[in-house]
């Protein structure tokens, strides 16, 4: 069974723009989460989707939005761009998305802001 | 809010030495509590969880309970190897159905040397 993939593994952007990333989760996994991940802040809980709806959002301004398909493939967006926001951004996908369940975590995407 | 605060590292330790990772919480209702595990070059791995109190969570020789009055979950491992080494993650989600939105601590870093 293929793991959570993500894409891109790596992006550079400038400040200003914006950015798409995605996030494949495991097959028949309905729940996708995303985490920021940042040597001073360390991991940080972005949203939490299932079946196409938020059900979860952290502390986080409103640049960063997320969406989900009826696949449960993930997007997750970042627009106006802060130096900030470079990160390793972690998605992550389980059954149901309650504690009992197992979540795996993608390997990430690296996000350089320059 | 919800919190976790783990001891900050690094911690080295010798080959066969007992490991303690100390992990509190501060969280309305009953969480449920996991350690992640992040090897050099890999991506986060669930290691172990409990979802209720004074559960035992365990895996490839760690142990953790749930100790809901003292708030902790520490991590325990009798006798470490090299292939220990690695970043350690405790964190919580509030125990509900509505999805997982993990609150993790700062992480520690644990070496262990032959």
């Known amino acids: 069974k293929a793991g959570v993939t993500q894409t891109p593994r790596y992006l550079i952007k400038t400040r200003g723009q914006q950015v798409t990333l995605s996030c494949s989760p495991i097959?028949?996994?309905?729940?996708v989460s995303w985490y920021q991940q940042t040597p001073g802040q360390g991991l940080q809980f972005l949203f939490e989707y299932f079946s196409e709806t938020q059900r979860n959002k952290g502390n986080f301004p409103g640049r960063f939005s997320g969406r989900q398909f009826s696949n449960s493939r993930s997007e997750m967006n970042v627009s106006t761009l802060e130096l900030g926001d470079s990160a390793l951004y972690l998605c992550?996908?389980?059954?149901?998305?309650?504690?009992?369940?197992?979540?795996?975590f993608g390997p990430g995407t690296r996000l350089t802001v320059l | 809010g919800d919190s976790v605060t783990q001891m900050e590292g690094p911690v080295t330790l010798s080959e066969e030495a007992f490991l303690t990772i100390n992990c509190t919480y501060t969280?309305?209702?009953?969480?449920?509590l996991f350690w992640y595990v992040q090897y050099p070059g890999e991506g986060l791995q669930l290691l172990l969880k409990?979802?209720?109190?004074?559960d035992k969570g365990s895996n490839k020789g760690f142990e953790a309970t749930y100790r809901k009055e003292t708030t902790s979950f520490h991590l325990e491992k009798g006798s470490v190897q090299v292939s220990d080494s690695a970043v350690y993650f405790c964190?919580?989600?509030?125990?509900?159905?509505?999805?997982?939105?993990?609150?993790f601590g700062k992480g520690t870093s644990l070496l262990v040397t032959p």
């Open positions: 097959s028949g996994h309905r729940s």
């Open positions: 409990a979802t209720k109190a004074d």
């Open positions: 969280a309305t209702g009953y969480p449920s």
């Open positions: 964190a919580l989600s509030p125990n509900s159905n509505s999805g997982y939105a993990l609150n």
């Open positions: 992550a996908s389980s059954l149901e998305g309650v504690a009992t369940d197992t979540q795996y």
